[in-house]
């Protein structure tokens, strides 16, 4: 259920990118764990929400694109990745998770 519930928070993440493909794929990501998941899916709505939280802190992670000396490349795909530890994103994690426990009979 762990990884279900942190797979969600990384789809969410996506799903707030400006990129179409990035959108789609979170969109699509997200509906496959809503409709296998068992128990209140209400649970998630708090993760989506820290998660839009932590998007619109616009801390996203930036390199030095090697191909254009000068520029910036931003990482998306990372960043959703690590939005998981974020002590916000973590603590609805946790919550949603120790929520739908009991719907999977753990």
């Known amino acids: 259920m762990l990884r279900d519930v942190e797979g969600y928070a990384i789809a969410s993440c996506l799903t707030n990118q400006t ?7 979170g969109d699509a990501w997200a509906s496959v764990i809503v409709q296998r998941m068992k128990g209140n899916l209400d649970v998630l ?5 820290q998660v ?10 930036v390199i030095r694109d090697e191909a254009g000396p000068g520029k910036e490349k931003t990482l998306p795909v990372l960043y959703c990745s690590e939005i998981i530890a974020r002590a916000s994103v973590r603590a609805e994690i946790q919550k949603a998770d120790t929520e739908l426990n009991s719907s999977y009979g753990q």
Do not use: F, H, R, T
């Open 19 to 25: 990129q179409p493909y990035l959108k789609d794929q």
């Open 52 to 61: 839009k939280k932590e998007n619109a802190k616009g801390e996203m992670v």
């Open 45 to 49: 709505v708090g993760i989506a929400e």
